[in-house]
């Protein structure tokens, strides 16, 4: 016997909750912590290494 009712709809926390639960996982935190370390200006080469 299958239930044919159909799910709710998923209802998100709002976005800056989101976004701080995001930053508070280690992968996220220090990808954040590079990029604002790195800059708009920093140049990475091929391999992905930072240029000189």
Not at 10 to 39: C, I, M, N
């Amino acid at each position: 016997m299958s239930d044919s009712s159909p799910l709710p709809p998923v209802r998100l926390h709002p976005e800056a909750e989101l976004a701080r639960d995001a930053l508070s996982t280690p992968l996220l935190s220090r990808a954040a912590r590079l990029a604002r370390w790195a800059g708009p200006d920093t140049r990475v080469d091929a391999g992905g290494g930072l240029a000189r």
